[in-house]
């Protein structure tokens, strides 16, 4: 017992491992550079770059979204407030809607309007949501979805600040963000003229 000791002992010495001590090293897996949000790895529908409307039926939306996305965006819910990461959040950078990839919101638009969900005053564009009216809860409310897919994102309320004096109050769930890196670096260098 003490000659096997001994000569392990050796072996280690001279630079040999022994096959226990040292389990074998699996080559170095390369991580992919990709960016991958919640909602598009398997949902067909999501592109940042393609405009065209989607229009896919429930039974698919249930399947690709994630079990929060879809209460909000299929089934009109709402996200307990205070909850979401993008109510105070001050990233530079573009807002998607999570379910489509569609371009909703710049964060130059964004406010601290304190009513507990994320809230902007203008939107990207003015096909970049839909406004319908809506009576329930017993209140005359209007209610914004996504231009592209018609998922629910919120409502719009005329308490904004300047210059629309809108406030789009968004459920944080249905948005993705970007942050925009060029963007800044370009502003960051007129600044520093
Ligand atoms: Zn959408």
Redesign the pocket.
């Known amino acids: 017992m003490r000659t096997t000791f001994i000569a392990i002992c050796l072996l280690t010495a001279t630079g040999i491992r022994c096959g226990y001590a040292q389990p074998a090293q699996k080559p170095e897996q390369k991580k992919e550079d990709k960016h991958m949000s919640a909602s598009d790895s398997k949902n067909a529908a999501y592109s940042r770059t393609d405009s065209a409307r989607?229009d896919m039926p429930e039974g698919e939306w249930k399947k690709v979204l994630s079990p929060e996305v879809y209460y909000v965006a299929r089934q009109k819910g709402t996200e307990r407030p205070w909850t979401s990461k993008f109510e105070k959040f001050n990233e530079v950078g573009t807002y998607y809607?999570a379910?489509?990839g569609?371009p909703l919101f710049r964060s130059d638009t964004k406010f601290e309007s304190g009513c507990g969900w994320p809230s902007f005053y203008e939107p990207i564009s003015k096909t970049s949501i839909i406004y319908l009216k809506d009576n329930s809860v017993g209140m005359e409310r209007t209610e914004v979805e996504?231009g592209?897919?018609k998922?629910h994102l919120g409502h719009v309320f005329d308490d904004g600040p300047p210059p629309t004096g809108l406030r789009y109050c968004i459920n944080g769930v249905i948005l993705d963000f970007d942050k925009a890196r060029d963007a800044q670096k370009s502003y960051d260098a007129k600044k520093g003229d």
């Open positions: 989607v809607c379910a489509c569609n996504c592209r897919c998922s």
